[in-house]
């Protein structure tokens, strides 16, 4: 009896959809990747463009238009806050919100490891399809390919996007003019956070949480309070400091933060303080920069403050005239002093997004 | 300890009013004073904080010997790169250690050539690897000082008790108070008072200084590592420096107890003996290294490998060991933000997070360069 009980959950369990693995004939380009798009791509996108099933998506677009792409890598492939598949659209959103576009049309590219779970899949395209949903743009042009066991790390997605860029706007990470307010959409260091918290076994007892969301709308507002917004980024990998030496550089001009004027929270920082991490260098996945004319910036911060994703923003420093023939930012410390904030060196925390 | 609580040490008022009675402090000595901060955990959050370039004029601070990676002797990283290139070997390391360049390559390199090098958080990851690998050797090297030391002795003692034979430890540690002494026979150094590291001493305790105190009269105040530490720490020394006093005196009073840690300290000594030690910048310093003891000789890299490193030397042009020892500064370097940066290290204090030279390209270039 009791035998044949295990038999018999045994038996229930191998056939349950929690076992289904993906298999390099998923990628063969015969029936079973047929199976694949229909059940899982077909299903979570569906769109009128997708639906089609031709080579390419045909768009009509008209006016100026930001086109981008990005790679995601990031290991775990779950953390707190997103998934890889969430991290992946917001990625290449974020990219054309940084532009000031709008962004429409996302490509997606999986290169997927044999053997990953089929419900991993499915819940990563399911995240994937949330965010573009949030996001209001439409996965219309996609590609899987699967790949031997250990010539990749589960799943590997690059998306391509589209937006369209309104008349009159001019944003660029070579905008930043002297006397421009610096603003940061909130606190910063959390996707970095939540990473590094699910690597290595750490255990905080608190749960880190990425930020990972995407900004179209929070540009839009920011677009609409005011027509003199000069440069936006989001501080990716290389997090605030990387972000702001950048712009810096591209724009020509020094840049200075008050190191007491930057949000955190609490448990990011005192994550920080145990593992001897700078926040400023942590990677923000829906979090972004904005320099912006000083007359404008209590207008934009409030549209920005009215948003849920800019609910803690706030002025963190300003822009300077280059005070030598290389550009630089500076922090202002609590003892008054100016300290040099460089660019983050080496493999700070690889594959984090 | 609640954050909130921590940030009472960092809050601008606070900070401020320390300053202002640290200047009053300072103008009262009427002279110029020298203190050493020893530990790099110290240089980075005074160079962080900006607190170099807001103190009195007549005080100095003087980087020291606190960096566990930048001490740590190139004829040590060499030796345990020849290990990690061994067959069957998985060399694992603290993360700073890995960009090191020693004479002929750094570890990073030696990764690029074959060898298995695993960055680790602590002892316990390398553990769980010689659980998980047992055909395989894991090397673990052990640098630092006693701050790190007791966790090591630790793992060393798990590994004996359990029967973990794979597990190996090249002990390359350093005692902190020795290394003192031995900067104090420094005639050049000239230093007049010691910011005495907080965490080592939550080890060895603060009697551990009584030597500096009692014969080279200079005083010592154990300090922790937010600025409100480090400024009263400094009004301390300044205080005994007026009146010509020397002793040993704690700041950093929640961190520190007044006989350190004896269960920690107890474990080092169960596993660990005295020898030897050479350091980067100061030579060999009797006594100064922990050995690993011959109950424990089957977890001992040194004996159970016998490699040939060759001639270790440092680098062509590299003041590290200057640095070091107090006797310059990163801006007197010719390579310092030219051929040697962060992403370009050509010495170890340009490396690890904690070194000198790392801290004040990091926070000070914009005085320096």
């Known amino acids: 009896m009791f035998l044949f009980l295990r038999l018999e959950i045994t038996f229930m369990v191998s056939n349950s959809n929690n076992d289904r693995r993906i298999l390099l004939a998923h990628g063969s380009g015969g029936r079973m990747t047929q199976e694949l798009i229909e059940e899982v791509f077909g299903t979570a996108f569906a769109n009128p463009f997708l639906d089609r099933m031709d080579d390419a998506a045909s768009l009509d677009l008209t006016g100026r238009i930001a086109f981008t792409i990005d790679s995601h890598v990031v290991s775990p492939i779950f953390f707190p806050g997103g998934d890889i598949g969430r991290l992946s659209l917001t990625g290449t959103v974020n990219d054309l919100a940084m532009m000031g576009a709008r962004p429409l049309y996302i490509s997606a590219g999986f290169i997927i490891e044999e053997g990953l779970p089929f419900q991993d899949l499915q819940t990563i395209v399911s995240s994937m399809q949330q965010a573009a949903a949030e996001a209001d743009v439409e996965v219309v042009a996609g590609d899987t390919k699967v790949v031997e066991r250990g010539a990749a790390d589960g799943i590997f997605i690059t998306t391509s996007g589209v937006g369209s860029i309104p008349a009159g706007i001019q944003i660029s990470a070579s905008g930043a003019r002297p006397g421009d307010a610096v603003i940061v959409s909130g606190t910063i260091g959390d996707h970095g956070a939540a990473i590094i918290s699910r690597r290595g076994g750490m255990d905080f007892n608190v749960e880190l949480t990425s930020d990972c969301a995407p900004l179209g709308g929070l540009v839009a507002d920011m677009l609409a309070a005011s027509s003199e917004i000069h440069a936006l980024r989001d501080p990716t990998r290389g997090g605030v400091a990387a972000t702001l030496n950048e712009i810096a550089a591209a724009s020509g001009v020094d840049i200075e933060i008050g190191e007491d004027l930057i949000p955190f929270q609490g448990e990011v920082r005192a994550a920080c303080e145990l593992l001897g991490l700078d926040p400023l260098f942590l990677a923000n996945e829906g979090k972004l920069v904005a320099f912006v004319a000083q007359a404008d910036a209590a207008r934009v911060l409030d549209a920005m403050r009215r948003h849920p994703l800019g609910a803690d923003a706030c002025i963190v420093g300003s822009v300077a005239a280059a005070e030598r023939d290389h550009c630089r930012v500076f922090a202002r410390t609590v003892l008054g002093s100016r300290r040099i904030l460089s660019m983050p060196s080496g493999e700070q925390l690889p594959r984090i997004c | 300890m609640p954050l909130s609580f921590l940030d009472d040490f960092r809050r601008g008022d606070h900070v401020r009013a320390l300053m202002n009675r640290l200047e009053k402090s300072a103008a009262a000595l009427e002279r110029p004073v020298r203190i050493m901060e020893v530990c790099g955990t110290h240089t980075m959050a005074i160079s962080r904080h900006g607190i170099r370039q807001a103190l009195p004029p007549n005080l100095k601070l003087i980087s020291g010997p606190g960096c566990p990676v930048c001490v740590t002797a190139n004829s040590d990283i060499d030796t345990f790169i020849e290990m990690a290139l061994l067959p ?72 004996s008790s359990s029967g973990l034979d794979n597990f190996l430890v090249l002990s390359a540690h350093k005692t902190v108070p020795r290394a003192l002494t031995a900067l104090c026979s420094t005639p050049e150094l000239a230093v007049d008072a010691f910011l005495c590291p907080g965490h080592v001493t939550a080890m060895i305790g603060p009697h551990a200084y009584d030597a500096v105190v009692a014969d080279y009269g200079l005083p010592c105040v154990i300090a922790g590592f937010e600025p409100a530490d480090i400024l009263q720490s400094l009004i301390m020394l300044c205080g005994q420096l007026a009146v010509g006093r020397a002793e040993v005196a704690l700041q950093y009073t929640r961190g520190v107890r007044p006989d350190g840690n004896p269960t920690a300290m107890a474990l080092l000594h169960q596993v660990f003996s005295p020898c030897d030690a050479e350091w980067r910048g100061l030579g060999v310093i009797p006594g100064s290294g922990l050995a690993i003891r011959d109950e424990f000789a089957a977890h001992d890299a040194a004996r159970h490998f016998q490699v040939d490193a060759g001639y270790s030397h440092e680098p062509r042009g590299c003041l590290c060991g200057a640095i070091l020892t107090g006797l310059k500064t990163p801006g007197e370097c010719g390579l310092f933000g030219k051929a040697c940066t962060p992403d370009h290290p050509v010495g170890p204090c340009m490396v690890s997070s904690e070194g000198t030279c790392a801290a004040y390209y990091l926070y000070e270039t914009n005085d320096v360069l």
């Open chain 2, 88 to 159: 069957g070997v998985i060399a694992t390391t603290f993360g700073d250690m890995l960009r090191v360049p020693g004479t002929r390559m750094g570890l990073a390199e030696a990764r690029g050539r074959g060898a298995r090098v695993q960055i680790v958080y602590s002892t316990l990851d390398a553990l769980r690897l010689a659980r998980e690998n047992p055909e395989s050797k894991i090397i673990f090297f052990g640098i630092g000082f006693e701050t790190t030391a007791p966790t090591i002795a630790a793992a060393i003692a798990e590994a």
